[in-house]
């Protein structure tokens, strides 16, 4: 795949709190990085890649949720989940949602994490409880057994748009689902017109499989989608060091040093 095509140069991330080694493969750039996957999972969880940390929602974050999502609703609007008539609506009051959240992380069908931007890294780093949300990253349809598959939905502030923080998301939540929780396969779904969202999973190399017709509800009707996916043996190295090497997105390239 294209992502292991990795381009050999030196790479440092020029930072206080950094190590100051060279870090010129993706071992020693997620190292730089602060990027730890857990032995075991255990619910609730933080995992970081320099300033984008993936928490869960917290009751505490009810007014930045509504604040976030009412400032970005016409920007999600066309890409946003809708219910069909007939469909089983859960809760949508925002403590049940925490709620409900919490309950199938722990019973290992969906992780739903909330995207934050840690904006003094890498001067300093605010541990991701105290970070406010700016966007999600839910695994869902977490299924066991032979499946050993999830499928990934996001969407991440207007503001941030364009620094590469989704790719970087999405990659860091699918090698946990690979490293810590033993999945064998993640999955994209995404709207042939939404190319926004194409480019993310362009950055990453996932493999087009093709149109599913009319497979999910969004934005009031069932529309077709194109699905990617990623297994575990397409990425020996993971998804995010090898990312971060070959394809250095905005947030990264402003503290990276090339040279010899
Ligand atoms: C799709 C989405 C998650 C991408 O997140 P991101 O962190 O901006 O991802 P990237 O930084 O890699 O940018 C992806 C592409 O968005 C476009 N883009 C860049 N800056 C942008 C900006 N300021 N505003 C809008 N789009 C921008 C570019 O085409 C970029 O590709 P490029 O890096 O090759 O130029 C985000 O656009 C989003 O939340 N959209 C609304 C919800 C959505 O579509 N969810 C996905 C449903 S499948």
Redesign the pocket.
Known sequence: MEHHLIRRRRLSVVSDTAPPQVASDPESLLQALGVRFPAQHSWPVEVRCGPVVLRPVHRRDRSSWHEVRQR?AV??G???ATMPSGGRATSTDFVGMVKNFDRQARELRTLAFVICWDEHWPRESTPGRRLPLA?QLTISGITWGSANFAHA??????A??????????LALGTDYCFITLGLHRME????PE????L??V??LGLRDEGIRERYLH?DGQWRD?RSFAVCTEDVPDGLLGPFLASDT??WLSGHLRTGA
């Open positions: 970005n920007w999600n066309p890409w946003d966007g939905g996001y969407w991440v502030d207007q941030l748009a364009g620094r590469g923080v989704m790719p970087t998301a994209v779904n995404i709207r939404n190319a926004k969202s480019r993310v362009e950055k969004i989608h997105p905005r």
